[in-house]
């Protein structure tokens, strides 16, 4: 489910540049949506998690990939609107949404939902902390 509302979420995106239908609260909005859907399909996992295996923190590691699934998206948003990066490099986007859904898929397929959450926990928060040491770096350089 996870992968088919995401590629839902891509195809209305292109479906909108392509009829000449973008505009920047359409963007705004399939963000804000977007956030919405994570929060759902990651406390989906936990609840599944919690009820359905032994391993203790469930929730705690539930809610830190939550968090951590916030703060990538929020600290490339705000990077973009304060910090305006002129590079695009891969390492930034660590963690993309695409990659959280896959991993999420991924995990769901193979009945792997604590050690999954356990990676988006480590592996998000790992992504802000790139950004945040790269971005201070850049800032010390100008």
Do not use: C
């Amino acid at each position: 489910m996870a992968q088919i509302t995401s590629i839902m979420d891509g195809v209305d995106g292109d479906l909108a540049r392509f009829k000449g239908m973008e505009s920047p609260f359409g963007a705004f909005f399939d963000a804000v949506l977007d956030r919405y859907a994570d929060a759902a399909i990651i406390m989906g996992m936990t609840w599944f998690v919690s009820k359905n295996t032994e391993p203790p923190g469930a929730w705690l590691v539930g809610l830190m990939a939550l968090i951590g699934s916030f703060m990538v998206s929020y600290s490339w948003a705000k990077a973009e609107a304060s910090l305006r990066p002129k590079d695009d490099l891969p390492f930034l986007r660590l963690a993309s949404r695409d990659l959280r859904l896959f991993l999420i898929m991924i995990g769901s397929i193979l009945n792997l939902g604590f050690w999954t959450l356990l990676l988006l926990a480590i592996l998000t928060h790992f992504a802000v902390l790139i950004r945040i040491l790269y971005f201070a770096k850049l800032r010390k350089e100008q």
